[in-house]
T-cell receptor
């Protein structure tokens, strides 16, 4: 079955890099996603990576994908207090009839210490 | 372009009542998906609508239902509310065009059942 796993907590100092890791199970997912959720808010799409890529960089964000190990990571460079939030990894397995539902991990709560 | 909007943002109901939540997708998006978020279970997929048809359904009881209108707006209904239905209900819209699709989330409706 589908299962996405993430560590629940990460604490870093302001200015340091943060690395959030995720393992997924569905090898058919075409895209893998990172979403951010701030307190009391919905999910904000941060970035995504196509499954045939190894790396994607977008400003302070770097996504690494190891397809063999089904391991995805999100690196945030120069982490700021505004980056404190919960980060969700998601895969998008095909569900039939043209539908690709998202399957999420439990989320990693990132705390940035000033 | 306006984002995904959800109404109402907050709701308080009592057990046994029913509730209807509304979601307006991004203009041009034809797919609307609904997710339930709770501290214990995390983010779980409820259902997806595309062109007024339910295209995919998660593992929820029949008390949870939805529909989509010709303008792509969607509603979800929960009947005979239980305490365990207290959650943040998120809707996401996308083009619905297949494996390259990306889902964008609204701010959610927080439902409290007393």
């Amino acid at each position: 079955g589908e299962d996405v796993e993430q560590s629940l907590f990460l604490s870093v100092r302001e200015g340091d890099s943060s690395v959030i890791n995720c393992t997924y199970t569905d090898s058919s997912s075409t895209y893998l996603y990172w979403y951010k959720q701030e307190p009391g808010a919905g999910l904000q799409l941060l970035t995504y990576i196509f499954s045939n890529m190894d790396m994607k960089q977008d400003q302070r964000l770097t996504v690494l994908l190891n397809k063999k190990d089904k391991h995805l990571s999100l690196r945030i460079a120069d982490t700021q207090t505004g980056d404190s939030a919960i980060y969700f990894c998601a895969e998008s397995p095909y569900s039939g009839a043209g539908s690709y539902q998202l399957t999420f991990g439990k989320g990693t709560k990132l705390s940035v210490i000033p | 372009k306006a984002g995904v909007t959800q109404t109402p943002r907050y709701l308080i109901k009592t057990r046994g009542q029913q509730v209807t939540l509304s979601c307006s997708p991004i203009s041009g998006h034809r797919s609307v998906s609904w997710y339930q978020q709770t501290p214990g279970q995390g983010l779980q997929f409820l259902f997806e609508y595309f062109s007024e048809t339910q295209r995919n359904k998660g593992n929820f009881p029949g008390r949870f239902s939805g529909r989509q209108f010709s303008n792509s707006r969607s509603e979800m209904n929960v009947s005979t509310l239980e305490l365990g239905d207290s959650a943040l209900y998120l809707c996401a819209s996308s083009l619905g065009s297949g494996h390259t699709d990306t889902q964008y989330f609204g701010p959610g409706t927080r439902l409290t059942v007393l």
